[in-house]
C-alpha cells in the first residue's frame, strides 16, 4: 500500500513510517516539523526507495492538493497534532488550528482526491485519537470500568477538546460523504523516540542528571500504557483490514498509577546505572495540573476479537527496552532537550 502519514517526523507517526517501510508499503511523510518532530527519527528508512518526505502544513490546502496529486495514496493515516496537554493548557489556539481545522482541511483534500478517483472503496482515511475524548474513570477498575467505543465523549482538557472534534468531523465526513474512515483511540503511548517533555522520558532523564523527578498531585492518577511500536503494529492493522466506518480503542492491557510507573523506572535505572542511593529518593510531588484526569482505561475487546490484534509487551519489558534505548541514545535527546519550553513547568494555567 502507498501510505500517507501525516505527523511521521513524530513520536508515534515515526514508529509508523518505520514499521511501515519494514513491512514492505511504500510511505509518504507529511509533516511541518513543529518543535515536536525530529527527522533523526526517520532516519534508519529515509533512503529506503519507498520513502518520501513533504515538509508542509495540514492547514495548507493547496499544499495537501499538490501532494495528493503527486503521491496518489492509497490511504492516508493522520497523526499530524499538537499532542501534550500541558501546552494546549498554555496556549489552546495552535490545537484548535492544527486538530480542528486542519483536521477539516485534511478531510477535504482526501475527499477531493478520492472523488476525483471515482470514489474507489478501497481507500481510507485513518484517523488517530487518544482515550482523553472519553473524559476520566473513577479510580476502581471493578465497579468504574473501562472505555468501550460506545463509551459517551466527555472531553476534559483542550487538548482532548480538540482531538474529540477532530473525531466528530471524521465520522461526519464519513456519514455524510461516504468517505472511507476508520478510526483509533488509544492510550499512553511510551517508548524510543519519546519527545523528553512527556512524563517516562522525563523520570528517565531526570533521574540520570540525579535532579528531581516531579510528579504531579501524589501521583494516583492512573493510565493505561502502550508500547509505541505496538501502538505502530496496531494502526497498520487497522488501516488495512478495519472496517469502514468503525472505531477502535488501542490499549496496552497495563493499567498504571504515576508513582507505580515512575518508581518501576527508577528500579530499572537502579540495575542499569547503579548508585549510592535509589533513583526513587529523587521523586519529588509538585502541585497537580489543572483538571487532571483522574483514570484512563482501554477495554480493548474489538481490536482483540474483530481484528486479532493484542500487545506484544507487558509494561515491564516495555519500559526496560524504552530505559535502554535512552541509555543508548544519549544524542539524540540532549539536541531534543534545547526546544523551547522543553525542561519547564508548563500547563500550570496560570
Ligand atoms: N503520545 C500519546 O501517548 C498519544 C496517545 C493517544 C493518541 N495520540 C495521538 O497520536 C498522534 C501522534 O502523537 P505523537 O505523540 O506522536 O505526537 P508528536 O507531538 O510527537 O508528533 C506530532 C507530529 O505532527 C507534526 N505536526 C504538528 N502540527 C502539524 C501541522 N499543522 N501540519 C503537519 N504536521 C504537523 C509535528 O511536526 C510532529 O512531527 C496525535 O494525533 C495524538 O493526538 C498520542
Excluded at 153 to 161: H, I
Excluded at 175 to 180: A, I, K, N, S, V
Excluded at 226 to 244: I, N
Excluded at 262 to 287: G, H, M, P, W
Aim: net charge negative; hydrophobic share 35%; proline share 5%.
Amino acid at each position: 500500500m502507498k501510505l500517507l502519514v501525516t505527523g511521521g517526523a513524530g513520536f508515534i507517526g515515526s514508529a509508523v513510517v518505520r514499521q511501515a517501510i519494514r513491512d514492505g508499503h511504500e510511505v509518504v511523510n507529511f509533516d511541518a516539523l513543529t518543535y515536536a518532530a525530529c527527522l533523526d527519527n526517520v532516519a534508519e528508512v529515509a533512503d529506503a526507495p519507498g520513502y518520501a518526505f513533504e515538509h508542509a502544513d495540514i492547514r495548507d490546502r493547496a499544499a495537501l492538493d499538490r501532494i495528493f496529486a503527486a503521491h496518489r495514496p492509497d490511504a492516508v493515516m493522520h497523526l499530524a497534532a499538537e499532542s501534550h496537554v500541558d501546552r494546549s493548557i498554555d496556549g489552546p489556539g495552535t490545537f484548535i488550528e492544527t486538530n480542528v481545522m486542519g483536521t477539516f482541511h485534511l478531510l477535504e483534500a482526501a475527499r477531493a482526491y478520492w472523488t476525483a478517483r471515482g470514489r474507489p472503496d478501497s481507500f481510507r482515511f485513518h484517523h488517530i485519537s487518544t482515550d482523553e475524548v472519553y473524559g476520566s474513570l473513577g479510580p476502581d477498575p471493578e465497579t468504574d470500568g473501562q472505555f468501550t467505543e460506545d463509551t459517551p465523549y466527555d472531553p476534559r482538557s483542550p487538548y482532548s477538546a480538540s482531538k474529540a472534534s477532530s473525531d466528530h468531523l471524521v465520522r461526519a465526513w464519513h456519514e455524510t460523504y461516504g468517505l472511507p474512515v476508520v478510526l483509533t483511540n488509544c492510550s499512553n503511548n511510551y517508548g524510543p523516540f519519546h519527545f523528553p517533555e512527556k512524563l517516562v522520558p522525563v523520570v528517565i532523564l531526570r533521574a540520570l542528571a540525579g535532579e528531581p523527578i516531579p510528579v504531579y498531585g501524589r501521583g494516583e492518577n492512573v493510565r493505561d500504557w502502550l508500547y509505541v511500536e505496538d501502538h505502530a503494529d496496531a494502526l497498520l492493522t487497522v488501516v488495512q483490514r478495519g472496517a469502514v466506518g468503525r472505531s477502535y480503542n488501542i490499549g496496552g492491557e497495563n493499567e498504571a498509577r504515576n508513582i507505580d510507573l515512575v518508581r518501576n523506572i527508577c528500579k530499572i535505572l537502579d540495575a542499569k546505572r547503579t548508585k549510592n542511593t535509589s533513583y526513587s529518593q529523587q521523586i519529588t510531588f509538585v502541585e497537580d495540573r489543572p483538571g487532571h484526569d483522574l483514570r484512563y482505561a482501554i477495554d480493548p475487546g474489538r481490536i482483540a476479537t474483530e481484528l486479532g490484534w493484542r500487545p506484544s509487551v507487558t509494561l515491564e519489558q516495555g519500559l526496560e527496552k524504552t530505559v535502554d534505548w535512552y541509555l543508548e541514545n544519549e544524542d539524540w535527546w540532549r539536541a531534543l532537550q534545547a526546544r523551547e519550553g522543553v525542561g519547564r513547568r508548563l500547563g500550570t494555567g496560570g
